[in-house]
């Protein structure tokens, strides 16, 4: 298997009566993946699956925190909502891009607990300013604008 970030990965099968059968979890990155058996020097057509972003839809809700005394600045995502009113699954895959005045992005990527992701910048890496920060989380996202002092 050849995944959307160009990495090859061996799945091993056994064959039961003439057929080989095996399960692939769902990959992190959102692309098309290649497929193709290879079997005493023999190999099929290759099959490409499209996986689509996901598992996160709608309006992710953000939320800030200053913390004076650890020097830090807490951005919390969520709760992030699957399809099926769910939260998605731990381990999900999420972005964090935080823009300042000047159009310079810092992107944070983290992955979620619970239902909620949380990133962490030091108070250093920002100065005084107003600041927008989006997130996003399959076809899920969220935007917020905050002034720091």
């Known amino acids: 298997m050849t995944g ?15 057929i080989a059968e095996t399960f692939m979890q769902t990959p992190l990155i959102a692309g098309q993946y290649t497929i193709q058996a290879t079997m005493l020097g023999m190999e099929s057509d290759p099959l490409t699956i499209e996986f689509t972003p996901g598992p996160a839809i709608g309006r992710i809700l953000l939320d800030l925190t200053l913390d004076s005394d650890a020097g830090a600045v807490h951005i919390t995502a969520g709760p992030i909502i699957g ?14 891009d935080i823009t300042d005045e000047n159009g310079t992005t810092q992107t944070l990527t983290t992955t979620t607990t619970d239902g909620y992701a949380t990133a962490q910048l030091r108070r250093t890496q920002l100065t005084s300013g107003r600041y927008t920060i989006t997130t996003t989380a399959g076809s899920g996202s969220g935007r917020m604008t905050v002034e720091i002092p």
């Open 4 to 18: 959307a970030d160009g990495r090859t990965r061996s799945i091993p099968v056994q064959i039961v009566d003439g």
């Open 83 to 96: 399809t099926l009113d769910q939260y998605v699954p731990n381990g999900t895959l999420v972005t964090f």
